[in-house]
C-alpha cells in the first residue's frame, strides 16, 4: 500500500505567490493579528487554522502528515505535539535537527508522545542545515562531522530506548552505556511507563554520499526531492549502500502538486501566481516534462520540482514513481485545506485504488 502524507505549513497557508500577501494562517510578515485573527474571546486563531489543515488530512485519507523544521516558522514538535492530540490514525512526522537536545532528552520525549498516540510518532532529521542558520543557534558543528553526529545520535537515542534489549546483549549493567566522540551515556534506558514502546520510524535526506551513508545504516525511510535528472541515481546508491549494510530503506518523494479536473485549469492556477509574482520569462519556461514544473519554489514551497497537470496526469506520474521503487509520497500544495480536499477526493484513489477504496469486509469491520 503506497503512503500519503501531507506536509504542514510553518509559515501562514500560502494563498498568495508574494510573500507580503501571505497573510493567511496568521503569519504575514506585515501583517498584525489583528488583521488576520478575530479578536473577539473565544473566536479563530492560527493555531486554528493548522488544526482544521490537520484534520482535513485525516478526514480525507492520508496516512500522515509532517510538521516541517523550520527556524523562522513554528516550532515541529509544538506543531506535532498538537496534531497528534487532535487526530486519532494519523501518524505524525516531527522534523528537527540533532543539536535540538540530547538523544536521551529527544527520546524521551518522544516517548511521552508515543504513549499518549498509541505510536503514531515519526522522526525526521534535518542533519544538513544552514551553516549561518546553525551558529545562530549555538551549534558549530559543520561539514561531514554532522553526519558524524546524527549517526551518535540515533544510535544513542534507539540505545535508550531499547535498554533491557542492550543490556540482555552483553552490555555493562542494566542500562545502555555509550562512550563517543559526542555523548557520553552511563546506564541510560527508560523504564516503567516509557519503556516498551515502539521507536519512532526513522526518516533522513539528503543525495551527498554522507547523507546515503548515513540513512543506509541508520534510517528507515529516505526522503528524496524530484531532480530534473530524476531520482533513480539516487535511489540505486541508497540501495546498494543498505544491502551491504544488510538493511533495507524505504524511499519516499517529496512533491508539491497542483492538480485540478484538467491540464488547461492546473496551468492556469500557475499562470495566475506566476503572473503576480511580475517573473519576466513564462511559467511553461520551467517545464521539465511528464508534468514535472521546476518553478514551485518562487510560489513559495520548499521544494524547486513538483507535478502539474490533470488527476488523472499526475496519478499517472505519481504511479510511475511508485513502479521506480518510491514507498510514499510527502505532498504540499497551496492553500492547504483547499488542496488536500482536492486530492483526497480526486487524487489519491486513483494512484493507490485497492488501499483507498473500501471493499465490503472493510466496510463490514470498520
Known amino acids: 500500500m503506497t503512503e500519503f502524507h501531507w506536509r504542514l505549513p510553518s509559515r ?55 510538521a516541517p ?101 552483553g552490555f555493562a549493567g542494566t542500562g545502555f552505556e555509550y562512550a563517543g566522540r559526542y555523548y557520553d551515556v552511563i546506564d541510560g534506558g527508560f523504564r516503567g511507563i516509557l519503556s516498551g514502546l515502539p521507536f519512532p520510524t526513522v526518516h533522513l535526506s539528503g543525495t551527498s554520499p554522507a547523507a546515503l551513508a548515513l540513512s543506509a545504516a541508520h534510517g528507515d525511510v529516505h526522503v528524496l526531492t524530484e531532480q530534473p535528472d530524476g531520482i533513480s541515481r539516487a535511489t540505486a546508491e541508497l540501495g546498494e549502500r543498505a544491502a551491504a549494510a544488510g538493511r533495507r530503506v524505504r524511499i519516499a518523494l517529496e512533491l508539491p502538486v497542483i492538480a485540478r479536473e484538467t491540464e488547461d485549469e492546473a496551468w492556469a492556477r500557475v499562470h495566475r501566481q506566476w503572473a503576480e509574482l511580475g517573473r519576466p520569462e513564462p511559467a511553461t519556461e520551467h517545464a521539465l516534462g511528464d508534468g514535472r514544473w521546476a518553478g514551485f519554489d518562487a510560489l513559495g514551497y520548499d521544494q524547486r520540482i513538483g507535478l502539474v497537470g490533470s488527476y488523472e496526469q499526475v496519478a499517472r506520474q505519481l504511479s510511475v514513481y511508485e513502479l521506480a521503487g518510491v514507498h510514499s509520497f510527502v505532498l504540499s500544495g497551496h492553500p492547504n485545506i483547499e488542496e488536500i480536499h482536492r486530492a483526497g477526493e480526486h487524487l489519491l484513489f486513483r494512484v493507490d485504488p485497492a488501499g483507498r477504496t473500501l471493499t465490503t469486509a472493510q466496510e463490514v469491520s470498520a
Open 69 to 169: 523544521y523550520d527556524p523562522l516558522g513554528e516550532e515541529s514538535w509544538i506543531v506535532a505535539g498538537a496534531a497528534l492530540r487532535a487526530t486519532r490514525y494519523t501518524r505524525v512526522t516531527v522534523e528537527f535537527q540533532p543539536a535540538f537536545g540530547t538523544p536521551v532528552y529527544a527520546a524521551k520525549v518522544s516517548a511521552t508522545l508515543q504513549r499518549h498516540s498509541a505510536g503514531r510518532l515519526n522522526w525526521r532529521l534535518a542533519v544538513d542545515t544552514d551553516p549561518a542558520e546553525a551558529r545562530s543557534r549555538g551549534d558549530l558543528v559543520a561539514g561531514e562531522e554532522r553526519y558524524e553526529r546524527a549517526a551518535e545520535f540515533l544510535t544513542v537515542a534507539r540505545g535508550v530506548w531499547n535498554e533491557n534489549e542492550i543490556g540482555a546483549a
Open 12 to 66: 501562514g497557508d500560502g494563498r498568495r505567490a508574494r510573500p507580503q500577501l501571505r497573510g493567511r494562517g496568521g503569519f504575514g510578515p506585515q501583517a498584525a493579528l489583528t488583521e488576520t485573527t478575530d479578536v473577539r474571546p473565544g473566536r479563530f486563531g492560527p493555531f486554528d487554522e493548522l488544526a482544521q489543515i490537520v484534520d482535513a488530512a485525516e478526514l480525507n485519507g492520508f496516512d500522515g502528515v509532517l
